[in-house]
Structures are given as C-alpha cells and as structure tokens.
C-alpha cells in the first residue's frame, strides 16, 4: 500500500518532539479538523496546547479546504493558537504558517512569507515552544 505524503511527513516530525506531545488525528473527523494536537507543559500545574494541519506540496499552491481554512479562522478567532506546516513533495524545508492567516494561505500559496522556515526537523520543537502563548 502507498503511503500518502502527509504520513511520510508525520514520520518525518514526530520523533523529535520530546517536551511537546503530538497526538495524529487520522479518525474520521469534523470538517477541517487539523492534523495534529500538541500539548505541552508551561507550568506544573498549566498546560498548552495547538494545532498543526500537515502539508506537502507540489508548487506554489496548498491545498487547503475550505473548511480547513473556516476550521482554521474561526479557532484563531476565539483565541486558540493552530499553524500550517508544509513541506515541498520529497522533504526539504518546512514552512510554518499561523492558522490566523489560512485564508491568505489558501489564495498566495508558497509566496505568502511564512512565520518560520526550518531547514532540520531537529528545530521544530523549540522553534514551537518559542513561538505559542
């Protein structure tokens, strides 16, 4: 069976998280629903927590739903925290977009400057933790 891109990339992540805990969400889900819910410690007695929606590209453009987008817009609204990470089809660089600017994302693609660009799956922990509330 052919492994879909976004799983290659999950693989590709997910070991080099230590202080933050992912949890891949693959279930059927709600309309939109990202990826990945990323929980980690700011206190011992306070907890955070984000989404990640996975993407991997062929050109400039993301493929992203509209309600992925609506999903997206509307947590970042509220006030909840999610990012769009997406990656070129056969791995390089991973850019970090914020889930606040999904509808610009959807419309500039890969031209849109992103909040972060990662050369090593190595930096994506600490660039996270550095980087939410």
């Known amino acids: 069976m052919t ?3 976004e799983s290659r990339f999950w693989k590709r992540i997910k070991d080099k ?7 891949r969400i693959e ?4 309309l939109g629903l ?3 819910l990323a929980v980690y410690k700011i206190t011992d007695k306070n907890r955070g927590q984000f989404w990640i929606e ?3 590209t062929k050109g400039n453009q993301i493929g992203l739903s509209s309600g992925q987008i609506s999903w ?8 909840g925290t999610s990012f769009i990470m997406a990656t070129p089809l056969g791995g390089g660089g991973m850019s970090i ?6 509808l610009s994302l959807a419309k500039e693609g890969l031209r849109l400057e992103p909040c972060g660009l990662i050369l090593d799956p190595c930096d994506l922990e600490t660039w996270f933790l ?4």
């Open 27 to 30: 279930a059927v889900t709600p």
């Open 54 to 56: 996975l993407k991997v």
């Open 34 to 36: 990202p990826d990945i």
């Open 97 to 102: 977009y914020s889930g606040a600017r999904a």
């Open 17 to 23: 998280f230590t202080k933050i805990t992912l949890t």
């Open 72 to 79: 997206h817009m509307s947590h970042n609204t509220k006030g």
């Open 130 to 133: 550095n980087h939410v509330p």
């Open 3 to 5: 492994t879909k891109p």
